[in-house]
């Protein structure tokens, strides 16, 4: 089934003073890293981002929020409104060593589900997860109704969760769900990089 690879590069991070996205890691910006991840995966490869123009050299789609600057609903809710497949996958621009065995993995789980998402520790992980079109109605109602607990909206859909065991399988958690957050987080994602990447 013909799926979306879709990289949320949403906006400024707080605490490293620039988007995310375009942070160095193994000589190339995250963005890049996971754009060449997603080639071989998907027929369709789109950014959400409020900074379009950050974005122009990659040569992708790139898509605002319909719903400007309300978080991570907001911008799962662009790609599913634009996204040209019913099915793709979610993917925060900090996870460079995200798993495209676990990614295809997610996608084959979805089936009948609205999302399958990835739950670590007993926390959820809904900015690596599969989503289907099916998910809109909730995401624009949540937007429409300023509840924008991305984790409290998934009471409300039909979600199938990955557990720890299930992940695993894949590799190491940790690593595969590791966050490129802050100035910390981006050294050692470089020291990880020459073996992961």
Same mark, same amino acid.
């Given at each position: 089934m013909p799926t979306s690879g879709v990289i949320l590069a949403g906006g400024k991070s707080s605490r490293m003073q620039f988007n995310k996205a375009l942070a160095e890691?193994?000589?190339k910006p995250a963005v890049q890293i996971l754009i060449d991840k997603f080639r071989a995966y998907f027929q369709e490869i789109i950014i959400i981002s409020n900074e379009p123009e950050l974005f122009t050299r990659?040569?992708? *789609?790139?898509?605002?929020?319909?719903?400007?600057y309300l978080g991570p609903v907001g911008g799962i809710h662009s790609a599913l409104v634009n996204a040209r497949y019913d099915h793709m996958f979610v993917l925060g621009c900090d996870m460079p060593f995200m798993d495209m065995g676990l990614v295809n993995y997610m996608l084959t789980r979805l089936?009948?589900?609205?999302s399958v998402v990835p739950e670590i520790n007993s926390f959820l992980? *809904? %900015?690596?997860?599969?989503?289907s079109r099916s998910c809109l109605p909730v995401?624009?109602?949540?937007?429409?109704?300023?509840?924008?607990k991305l984790v409290r909206l998934f009471s409300q859909l039909d979600v199938l969760v990955?557990? +720890?065991?299930?992940?695993?399988?894949f590799g190491s958690?940790?690593?595969?769900?590791?966050?490129?957050? +802050?100035?910390?987080? %981006?050294?050692?994602a470089r020291n990880?990089?020459?073996? %992961?990447l």
């Open positions: 890691i193994g000589g990659f040569n992708l *789609p790139v898509y605002q929020d319909i719903y400007p089936d009948n589900h609205d992980q *809904p %900015l690596a997860a599969a989503y995401f624009s109602d949540c937007l429409q109704n300023n509840k924008l990955l557990k +720890d065991d299930e992940l695993e399988t958690s940790k690593e595969i769900f590791f966050n490129v957050n +802050d100035p910390a987080a %981006l050294a050692k990880m990089a020459g073996r %992961l």
